[in-house]
């Protein structure tokens, strides 16, 4: 099975702040890499798949990059909605989630 | 616009069953792989089963299979988890969600807003 492993674990992080996260496969999955948000009592919601591609209706400050095995999403300019729970996943292989990342306030 | 909405969650003792079931509507759901997906109390994703368009392909996680099993109903545009002989570690919040057709492989693209599952004596 893959493994996903995110990092960091919980991010502090301000209104306006530059946030980054990573996230790391076990094994070569290409760029069949997605990234999930989740607000607290939400159900999560897709931003990026294809490792880069912008889901529809998601704001230009949410990108993505990365392939193989090593992966990031980034928020150029974090907002007060983006303070969530953000997962990777890997659809290479079958399904797999990261353990996820917390962005609370600073 | 796509909606799954999901049910059938609910309070059940160990070693019991559940039924749930998530009805789909605003796209053709016959065209679509689906699954379920769930969310322990304060814990990450765990994808639990999945079904290609016409049934014909089933996967489950190692930890429930043999004990979980998923269907579909592409007349009614349904999809239905049965759980049984549960566990306390089954207890988590169930999500149905919507597999995208793009391109193979496929993610996630849609998700309901999940049916609470608890295991408790």
């Known amino acids: 099975d893959i493994q996903m492993t995110q990092s960091p674990s919980t991010l502090s992080a301000s209104v306006g702040d530059r946030v980054t996260i990573t996230c790391r496969a076990s094994q070569t999955i290409g760029t069949s890499l997605a990234w999930y948000q989740q607000e607290p009592g939400k159900a999560p919601k897709l931003l990026i798949y294809?490792?880069?591609t912008l889901e529809s209706g998601v704001p230009s400050r949410f990108s993505g990059s990365g392939s193989v095995t090593e992966f990031t999403l980034t928020i150029s300019s974090l907002q007060p909605d983006d303070f969530a729970t953000y997962y990777c996943?890997?659809?290479?292989?079958?399904?797999?989630f990261g353990q996820g990342t917390k962005v609370e306030v600073k | 616009e796509v909606h799954l909405v999901e049910s059938g969650g609910g309070m059940v003792q160990p070693g019991g069953s559940l039924r749930l079931s998530c009805a789909a509507s605003g796209f053709t759901f016959s065209s679509y792989w689906m699954t379920w997906v769930r969310q322990a109390p304060g814990k990450g994703l765990e994808r639990v089963a999945t079904i290609k368009q016409d049934g014909t392909d089933k996967y489950y996680v190692d930890s429930v299979r043999g004990r979980f099993t998923v269907s579909r109903d592409n007349a009614n545009n349904s999809v239905c988890l049965q759980m049984n002989t549960l566990r306390a570690e089954d207890s988590a919040v169930y999500y149905c969600a919507r597999l995208s057709s793009r391109s193979w492989p496929y993610y996630f693209d849609f998700w309901g807003q999940g049916t609470l599952v608890t295991v408790s004596p």
């Open positions: 996943q890997q659809y290479n292989s079958y399904w797999t």
């Open positions: 294809k490792a880069s």
